[in-house]
């Protein structure tokens, strides 16, 4: 190799290594972690819905109502990161999760009740599957930015 050529092969790899070191702290940070949330809970959300009506599926429709908290709940925590209240956040959070868990509670004491037939679509079960896995990598994601970060937002969040 020429030293031109020499030269040109050390500039692309410092400039692959600055890229990549970008893209790890971009990866790492605790508004990153919340922006993806916003954006993965909102497709989640809209795809859970459609499939829960097309298959009439009420544990769909609850787990896709569920996701639509989490969005408002991803947001909240976006906004307590930027402008750095996360404490307010987090106990934002901590009030949705028990009004959620309440509503749950609720629903399920009334169709015990009350119980109804149930039809179950594989689709359905292959929707909620899908969901369960995405969740759990997103709380993964959250839980390791948050504990790195010390964002207790984060943290708050990846329980959620």
């Known amino acids: 190799m020429t030293e031109s050529g020499v030269e040109e092969a050390e500039k692309s790899h410092v400039s692959i290594k600055a890229r990549q070191e970008r893209l790890r702290s971009l990866s790492r940070s605790p508004e990153t972690a919340s922006i993806v949330s916003v954006f993965s809970n909102s497709a989640?959300?809209?795809?859970?819905?459609i499939a829960a009506f097309l298959f009439n599926s009420m544990a769909l429709i609850a787990d896709g109502f569920?996701?639509?908290?989490?969005?408002?709940?991803?947001?909240?925590?976006f906004l307590g990161i930027k402008h750095e209240r996360e404490l307010v956040s987090s106990t934002f959070i901590i009030f949705m999760m028990f009004g959620t868990a309440g509503y749950i509670g609720y629903e399920?004491?009334?169709?015990?009740?009350?119980?109804e037939p149930l039809e179950v679509s594989p689709l359905a079960i292959i929707a909620a599957v899908v969901s369960g896995g995405v969740c759990y990598v997103m709380s993964i994601y959250q839980h390791y930015v948050g504990k790195r970060s010390g964002s207790i937002s984060l943290l708050t969040q990846s329980v959620d």
Not at 66 to 77: K, L, M, Q, R, W
């Open 44 to 49: 989640m959300a809209v795809l859970k819905l």
């Open 66 to 77: 569920d996701s639509f908290v989490d969005v408002v709940s991803a947001v909240t925590v």
């Open 108 to 115: 399920s004491v009334t169709r015990l009740i009350s119980p």
